[in-house]
């Protein structure tokens, strides 16, 4: 099978800081997959990178074996490349609605013309896209009405917005920043079930970076290990959570023992 994604020697510098140093990824088609590390091991420098809000000093990307090198966020994201944020990066004082329709911009048809004088065509793609970002507010199972500003709701339900807009753009691979990050335990529950049907009824091809290894190590196929921007470690869960390399990069930041057994 083909590889959908592939980094190659993939390094980037921050003046005298390598914060991604020489790093070999590659990902087939309907995988889950996740990225961990310790702090500041570069995890979300490469996620910018792959979408292109970095551009790598040296190495190469491939996504369907084209070159993303020199590609815009959104002529990556039309390419079939979506993400989400460490942090949320909604639209507070947007609806539910508004915001995941923002996710769809790549895919709309309607010319300035048409959008100025709401013609038919107008009207029709905008009632269509409506129809289809109700099905994926439903599908991400957001409680909250389409019409609720996102700034009103909680930490979780926001985190399922913020999917919601990523699924939008209709990505063939999606990228998870932290995103069970501040829940408790039911919404991590409900995130985790989340993530596998995107892949399992979606047919979309995940990968997180996440802190919580209980998700990791439950969700994943595979996993790669990042330590000041270098890759230490890959393979599967259980090879990973026995490797001597990882646990001495965890534990030598004080992380507890328990967030590696």
Do not use: C, W
């Not at 539910?96 to 100025?116: K, Q, W």
């Not at 990523?166 to 063939?172: F, I």
Request: glycine share 10%; aromatic share 6%; net charge positive.
């Amino acid at each position: 099978m083909a590889n959908l994604l592939e980094l190659g020697k993939v390094t980037k510098r921050f003046g005298g800081l390598i914060a991604v140093n020489q790093v070999d990824f590659t990902l087939e088609p309907g995988r889950i997959v996740s990225i961990i590390g310790p702090n500041g091991a570069g995890k979300t420098t490469l996620f910018n990178l792959i979408t292109g809000i970095y551009k790598p000093d040296d190495g190469e990307i491939l996504f369907e074996g084209r070159s993303l090198i020199g590609l815009r966020p959104d002529q990556i994201t039309a390419r079939g490349i979506s993400r989400t944020f460490q942090n949320i990066r909604l639209f507070g004082n947007m609806t539910v609605m508004e915001n995941v329709l923002v996710g769809m911009h790549t895919r709309f048809r309607a010319s300035p013309v048409d959008i100025l004088f709401q013609t038919p065509r107008f009207r029709k793609e905008e009632q269509q896209l409506r129809e289809e970002a109700l099905r994926l507010i439903r599908f991400v199972g957001l409680r909250a009405s389409p019409d609720e500003l996102a700034k009103n709701l909680p930490y979780g339900e926001q985190r399922k917005v913020e999917i919601a807009r990523a699924l939008a753009a209709h990505p063939k691979l999606i990228l998870l920043d932290e995103p069970t990050a501040g829940m408790n335990p039911q919404e991590t529950a409900e995130t985790t079930r989340l993530i596998q049907r995107l892949r399992d009824e979606l047919g979309i091809t995940v990968i997180l970076i996440e802190h919580q290894m209980r998700v990791v190590m439950g969700i994943s196929e595979r996993v790669t290990v990042l330590d000041y921007g270098e890759k230490i470690a890959e393979g599967s869960p259980e090879e990973v959570r026995r490797n001597p390399r990882v646990i001495e990069a965890y534990l030598g930041r004080g992380v507890a023992i328990g967030a590696i057994a």
